[in-house]
């Protein structure tokens, strides 16, 4: 079965280091998604990507960075990580055109 | 820019009662789409069901159904014969013409024995 697999499943780190997170979907879809989730604020949208060589930021993309060099991935990278980035993070992805996103487990990253 | 809004942080109901969850949305677009998510406590992010902008009629699936009112910009989601399964935290979403999904903040329910 076709499935987005997210890794690590959990992940401490400290200030300043870089850290990336790994997203890969089996569903050969081309939009794919990062969001992360806080507490009293849902989901909020990070970068995103409709194809391969295409990235685009969203509402909180300060302090992150994508890359989609095939189909199937789409890594997250914090370049400097802070602490104000300590959250769950998920990743997405959708058929072209109107399709419910399918979503990773989440990773939970804690930058000490 | 397109804004969700659910105003119910959290719920609590009894077993086998009926509950409403509010949504409610801001888009000047006339095609798009809204979803409700379930996050259970495993985390995992889980489709409950989805509606079309353009469809009068009101989706349906098993137990969850939605009220629509595009006027309004209004999407409640009515779950039936509510489960101890249904206890989550439930996330309005929509869908613009870009394909982006905006969430809204959450309400999380408890179904109590």
């Known amino acids: 079965d076709a499935e987005i697999t997210q890794s690590p499943r959990h992940k401490i780190t400290e200030t300043g280091r870089q850290v990336t997170l790994a997203c890969h979907q089996t569903w050969n879809h081309n939009n794919m998604f990062w969001y992360r989730q806080d507490l009293g604020h849902g989901l909020r949208l990070i970068h995103y990507s409709y194809g391969v060589q295409d990235t685009n930021k969203g509402e909180v993309s300060d302090g992150y960075s994508v890359s989609r060099s095939n189909t199937e991935d789409l890594p997250l990278t914090l370049e400097s990580a802070a602490s104000s980035q300590t959250s769950v993070y998920f990743c997405?992805?959708?058929?072209?055109?109107?399709?419910?996103?399918?979503f990773g487990n989440g990773t939970r990253l804690t930058v000490t | 820019a397109q804004t969700v809004t659910q105003s119910q942080p959290e719920m609590s109901v009894q077993e086998a009662e009926t509950v409403t969850l509010s949504c409610t949305y801001d888009?000047?677009?006339?095609?798009?789409?809204l979803f409700w998510y379930k996050q259970p406590p495993s985390r995992q992010m889980i489709l409950v069901i989805r509606q079309e902008a353009y469809k009068q009629q009101n989706a349906t699936e098993n137990r969850f159904s939605v009220n629509f009112q595009k006027a309004a910009k209004s999407f409640s989601l009515k779950i039936s014969d509510s489960q101890l399964g249904d206890t989550a935290m439930y996330f309005c979403?929509?869908?613009?013409?870009?394909?982006?999904?905006?969430f809204g903040k959450g309400t999380r329910l408890h179904i109590l024995p």
């Open positions: 997405a992805s959708s058929e072209l055109q109107n399709s419910p996103l399918h």
């Open positions: 888009t000047s677009e006339n095609n798009y789409y």
């Open positions: 979403a929509f869908m613009n013409r870009d394909d982006k999904i905006i």
